[in-house]
């Protein structure tokens, strides 16, 4: 099992181009998440999932979207990129729905915006 | 806002000896949990403590839970160089356990 992958491993964008990030899970899990996270501090959550077709918003979501239409994969959007959002992304899954489950983490996306 | 705030921001220790880190969290937890990021890479779980739980342990790892101080510790003893990473403690709360919410976590050096 490949457990949570992240697409691509880094990229530079400049000030007002989008760009989507890819995770897939291959380990059946319920639950996704975005999270950034910025030099020095924790993570932070952006967008979740509780399922195929939901989505919500976490903590930090503005400037952000996404969209599960298949259980397996989470995609984050960045639809007029800004230097704020210069960050590391991380994307995580977890288990079946109603059990806390531990969370699995991709191994991030580093994203300068310039 | 962040929930858990780890203490020390920063630990350097000698390999062999123990190292502990604390967590202090401000609402009502359905569990707790400890990860270790090492540098560069994502977060590794490490251990999971429920709200009506007081100790648990694992391998090298003992964690403790007292919720009427709303505050977490965790114990790595006998500590060795591949324990240095950072390390951040996650709260689920009572009403959507399947959401954590992160600590500005511990920076841990384990020096040989």
């Known amino acids: 099992n490949a457990g949570v992958t992240q697409t691509p491993k880094f990229r530079v964008l400049k000030t007002g181009q989008s760009m989507t990030l890819l995770c897939a899970q291959d380990?059946?899990?319920?639950?996704m998440y975005w999270y950034r996270q910025d030099p020095g501090m924790g993570l932070r959550l952006i967008h979740y999932s509780v399922g195929e077709g939901t989505t919500a918003k976490g903590e930090v979501p503005d400037g952000y979207n996404v969209s599960r239409l298949k259980k397996q994969n989470f995609l984050l959007g960045l639809e007029s990129a800004a230097p704020s959002q210069t960050s590391v992304y991380f994307c995580a899954s977890s288990g079946p729905t109603g059990i806390p489950y531990e969370q699995y983490f991709g191994p991030g996306t580093r994203l300068t915006v310039t | 806002s962040q929930q858990g705030e780890e203490d020390p921001q920063a630990l350097s220790i000698q390999e062999g000896e123990n190292a502990t880190m604390n967590c202090s969290y401000k609402t009502s937890i359905n569990n707790l949990q400890w990860y270790r990021q090492n540098s560069g890479r994502g977060l590794v779980h490490l251990i999971l403590i429920r709200s009506n739980e007081r100790e648990k342990h694992s391998g090298r790892l003992r964690v403790t839970l007292d919720t009427s101080k709303k505050s977490s510790s965790l114990l790595i003893t006998a500590s060795r160089a591949a324990d240095t990473a950072s390390y951040f403690c996650?709260?689920?709360?009572?009403?959507?356990?399947?959401?954590?919410?992160f600590g500005s976590g511990t920076r841990l050096l384990v020096r040989p």
């Open positions: 380990m059946n899990h319920e639950y």
């Open positions: 996650a709260t689920a709360d009572m009403d959507s356990s399947y959401k954590l919410i």
